[in-house]
């Protein structure tokens, strides 16, 4: 089985960083994607960012370009989301999912980090 734990979600104000972490654990392989995706109040949940094994990097929605960066460790096991110029707009809640090698879809997901942009 797959563990997978994110952290660092918080309250900042708007203009504010957070970087948020996301440690796997398990039977993953070395080989695989992990992504971060949020849910907003009263939207559908979107895809923000993913990473592969090798390091090749989707950024999804315009809106995060140039303020979010995603990076990982693999001597950690551990995924990073480091959000800058954070909006209110940015609220969510923000999860963390792995895809394995091999499988069309993120298959092991955490139970999510609040994230709230407000003065």
């Known amino acids: 089985q797959v563990q997978v734990v994110e952290s660092g979600g918080g309250l900042v104000q708007p203009g504010g960083s957070l970087r948020l972490s996301c440690a796997t654990s398990g039977r993953t392989g070395s080989t695989y994607t992990t992504g971060w995706f949020r849910r907003a109040p009263g939207k559908e949940r979107e895809s923000v960012a993913t990473?592969?094994?090798?390091?090749?990097?989707?950024y999804y929605p315009d809106s995060v370009k140039g303020r979010f960066t995603i990076s990982r460790d693999n001597a950690e096991n551990t995924v990073y989301l480091q959000m800058n110029s954070l909006k209110a707009e940015d609220t969510a809640v923000y999860y963390c999912?792995?895809?394995?090698?091999?499988?069309?879809?993120?298959?092991?997901w955490g139970q999510g980090t609040q994230v709230t942009v407000s003065s």
């Open positions: 999912a792995v895809r394995l090698y091999g499988e069309p879809d993120f298959r092991f």
């Open positions: 990473i592969t094994w090798t390091g090749s990097i989707t």
